[in-house]
């Protein structure tokens, strides 16, 4: 469900409404991460914040550094080439967003900035909150 706001990502338009989120129960989150051969992931890709009701919020990055928040469920893992690909998964503890599962979402908020649009996202949860920045076009994470 889209709206129009006056601060909108000019090549992604206004993506879903982030207050959509409010008194939602985190019951799980996804990932996709970027894996190369043997090496660990870094940091995610792409979230997914699924309620109780299985509705999920996706988060990522656009090419123009800009924050993308959708309705839209987590994709399958998928290969680059012959020893790259991206996996999608349960986070486990590798994200923030663990030590919150279970919990109600109490706010949202948002960050702009005038040439790309939402650069941030904050969920608001009873003990902490979230933020979910788009830096240099990579998704960050941090309480």
Not at 19 to 42: I, N
Not at 76 to 83: A, F, L, Q, S
Not at 124 to 133: H, K, L, M, V, W
């Amino acid at each position: 469900m889209a709206y129009q706001k006056a601060n909108q990502c000019p090549s992604h338009g206004s993506g879903l409404r982030p207050e959509l989120l409010v008194g939602r129960r985190l019951d799980e989150v996804f990932a996709a991460w970027h894996r190369s051969g043997d090496e660990e992931a870094q940091g995610p890709l792409d979230v997914w914040l699924i309620d109780g009701q299985g509705r999920s919020v996706h988060v990522t990055t656009g090419s123009d550094w800009c924050l993308i928040v959708e309705s839209a469920s987590p994709h399958e893992r998928y290969d680059m080439d012959g020893w790259r690909h991206v996996e999608v998964a349960p986070i486990g503890d590798r994200t923030p967003f663990a030590a919150y599962l279970g919990e109600a979402v109490l706010a949202v908020s948002e960050e702009f900035e005038p040439k790309t649009g939402c650069i941030t996202l904050e969920v608001t949860f009873a003990s902490s909150r979230i933020r979910c920045d788009s830096w240099a076009g990579d998704l960050r994470l941090s309480e």
